[in-house]
């Protein structure tokens, strides 16, 4: 009986050895078979998110601002931290009149890459704009140019709007001294010469306004485009979301200067339009 109790004995402890030493978890994942699957997941997701920003550009492209919004959002859901997508959402919400959502998007940017000179240059013009009311801000708005110029000093669109900011403030020789800056670097500006001749003329300077004012409309006349080719935000249309964005605040004064045949008379119907209207907006501020 002891016999059989000490075989019994041996084979249960032989047991516990065997299952001790046997391999690992035969149903643990093999490490590359792991690692494998991380990666298919990966790029699932960034055909993913491709798949949906391509559809919310083809959208933007075609003026369909409600559905870009949709698809650009849907967009940043699989990947948040994709700057070009949250930016170009927020220049749909801009399009929609939007403008606080559309502030919302560039600020975000802005706060995680500060060097990021568009969101600063959309931010400048958003507060700039006195038609938004909730929005318009010219402190701000001189605070995001002059960053964006800080970012980025070979471009001349910030020294323009400061130009802008400058005249709606009253201080002309600030704006003569950017206006100048941007003729420096851009001797074909249509509009720097246009409002440095509406500061000669405010000045009482009529000759000196009126040689700048006749250069402006020499360099206005427009240039042949190339056929077969779209700029950018343009569409098949026609409608370009990019140019309406960056109109000018003193684009309806000089847009058609290459139509215009008594440049005398002329000079002096669009200067005293457009002081008026800085008169206007002056009230507001």
Not at 52 to 69: C, H, L, N, P, S
Not at 238 to 247: C, F, K, P, T
């Amino acid at each position: 009986m002891n016999f059989i109790k000490y075989i019994s004995l041996f084979f249960f402890i032989e047991s516990i050895i065997f299952f001790s030493c046997s391999p690992a978890k035969q149903t643990e994942e093999d490490p590359k078979d792991k690692e494998q699957t991380q990666l298919s997941t990966e790029k699932q997701k960034i055909k993913s998110f491709w798949d949906t920003y391509r559809i919310a550009q083809k959208y933007r492209v075609e003026g369909k601002w409600e559905d870009a919004v949709l698809y650009y959002e849907k967009a940043l859901e699989i990947d948040n931290d994709h700057e070009d997508a949250r930016f170009n959402l927020g220049n749909m919400y801009l399009e929609l009149k939007q403008y606080e959502k559309a502030e919302k998007c560039w600020i975000d940017i802005v706060e995680v890459n500060p060097n990021s000179a568009r969101s600063h240059m959309q931010l400048g013009r958003l507060y700039l704009s006195f038609e938004r009311t909730e929005t318009f801000d010219i402190d701000k708005a001189k605070n995001e140019f002059l960053k964006t110029f800080e970012i980025n000093k070979v471009v001349t669109g910030p020294l323009m709007l400061l130009g802008h900011v400058a005249l709606l403030k009253g201080e002309e020789n600030v704006a003569k001294d950017y206006f100048k800056s941007v003729v420096g670097s851009d001797i074909k500006n249509v509009e720097a010469y246009f409002l440095l001749g509406y500061i000669e003329w405010k000045n009482g300077h009529l000759a000196k306004a009126q040689e700048i004012f006749n250069k402006a409309v020499t360099l206005s006349a427009p240039e042949k485009a190339i056929q077969g080719t779209l700029s950018e935000g343009d569409t098949k249309d026609g409608i370009s979301y990019l140019r309406s964005l960056n109109e000018s605040l003193f684009h309806e004064y000089f847009k058609d200067l290459f139509e215009i045949e008594n440049k005398e008379a002329q000079m002096n119907e669009r200067y005293n339009r457009m002081d008026l209207k800085l008169n206007n907006i002056r009230k507001t501020m």
